[in-house]
């Protein structure tokens, strides 16, 4: 038999193989200093194969709290230094000749990325600060600091309003006491103008009370804003209130970059802080009890016609108005009058 060939075999390109002429069997393996296999080894051929896949640890960046837009327009507004907050984080700065600030104590610890007690690693987090009723009557010390009064401009010249239609004007039952002026409290109130001024004197008057039922009590309160932390980063990161600004900003701490912003800056000028409740006033008037019946006073029902007052229920009726984050209640009774306004708080830092 003749058999006649073309050529020698070709092995399938793929497998990296080498001609059969170039080997017999599978020599003794060589190891590279790994020890790992190098080169050809005679091998039956399998499919398929095993699957492996290892993640590594997700890149995350640190967890802030997002801070959100409020509506201030029937806020109270008033200024107050950045200098007071800071101090409860244990961060004192000062400005040089330039107009940098520098750090002349803090409480802050890179580790962590926050403020701890004593600024040692492990200390407990400062994460609140707490307006008391002394700094906020410093920073209104100067009237200059209370920026406006908000829906409070209305407060004495409602109430006046309010107070005359219970008795009637000039009718009614006004007869029955002395002369206008037992029931006119129009001097009281400053003939019905509540400014500046007006709300200067609340927060820094000193209580008093007298025989003829006038009173003021003592400021009282406090205001705490949680989660330093996480709301410093976010200010930082957002720069919502456009002063820390990462390419051209001037006041950060770091000396080596005035626009490396960080939460060791702490709190800033332009930062501002919203209470939603953040004030009330009351104002209260008591009315002598009639001596005979039948009654003769019907102040709450007068009361009851005025807008957003409810029907009159034992001789009570209440007056409610609601704007945005305001709320004032108004309630009249045969004894009393007495309206409680409350509105929000909008404090600006500044630098002092």
């Known amino acids: 038999m003749v058999v006649t060939t073309t050529g020698p075999y070709q092995f399938p390109s793929a497998l990296n193989t080498a001609p059969l002429s170039d080997m017999a069997m599978n020599p003794s393996p060589f190891a590279d200093a790994s020890g790992c296999y190098q080169g050809m080894l005679y091998a039956f051929l399998g499919e398929g194969g095993f699957f492996m896949e290892e993640g590594l640890e997700d890149v995350k960046f640190r967890y802030e709290v997002m801070l959100q837009p409020y509506d201030t327009t029937n806020a109270v507004h008033i200024k107050f230094c950045a200098s007071v907050l800071n101090a409860q984080l244990g961060l004192v700065k000062s400005k040089d000749a330039n107009g940098h600030f520098n750090i002349t104590s803090s409480y802050y610890n890179d580790l962590s990325d926050c403020f701890v007690a004593g600024g040692v690693a492990g200390g407990a987090e400062l994460d609140t600060v707490t307006i008391a009723v002394s700094d906020f009557m410093t920073a209104t010390s100067d009237p200059d600091n209370i920026i406006c009064v908000g829906a409070y401009s209305t407060l004495y010249s409602d109430f006046i309003t309010y107070v005359d239609k219970y008795f009637g004007f000039s009718g009614g039952f006004a007869s029955l006491f002395s002369g206008e002026t037992d029931y006119d409290i129009s001097g009281q109130l400053n003939a019905g103008v509540f ?6 004197h609340l927060i820094h008057d000193s209580a008093y009370s007298n025989a003829n039922g006038s009173y003021k009590t003592d400021l009282s309160g406090s205001v705490t804003v949680s989660n330093i932390t996480l709301l410093l980063r976010n200010a930082v990161d957002a720069n919502v209130f456009n002063n820390r600004d990462p390419s051209n900003g001037t006041t950060a701490i770091d000396p080596s970059n005035r626009a490396n912003y960080g939460v060791e800056d702490g709190f800033m000028a332009g930062d501002v802080i919203f209470c939603p409740s953040g004030t ?34 034992n001789f009570t009726t209440t007056q409610t108005i609601i704007a945005t984050n305001f709320v004032e209640v108004t309630t009249a009774t045969l004894n009393n009058i007495k309206k409680v306004a409350q509105a929000p708080l909008a404090i600006h830092v500044v630098d002092c």
Not at 195 to 200: A, F, Y
Not at 285 to 295: A, H
């Open 195 to 200: 400014d500046v001024s007006q709300l200067w």
């Open 280 to 313: 009330q006033i009351t104002l209260n008037l008591n009315i002598d009890s009639e001596v005979y019946n039948p009654l003769n006073n019907i102040g709450p029902n007068n009361a009851s016609t005025l807008p957003g007052s409810t029907p009159v229920s």
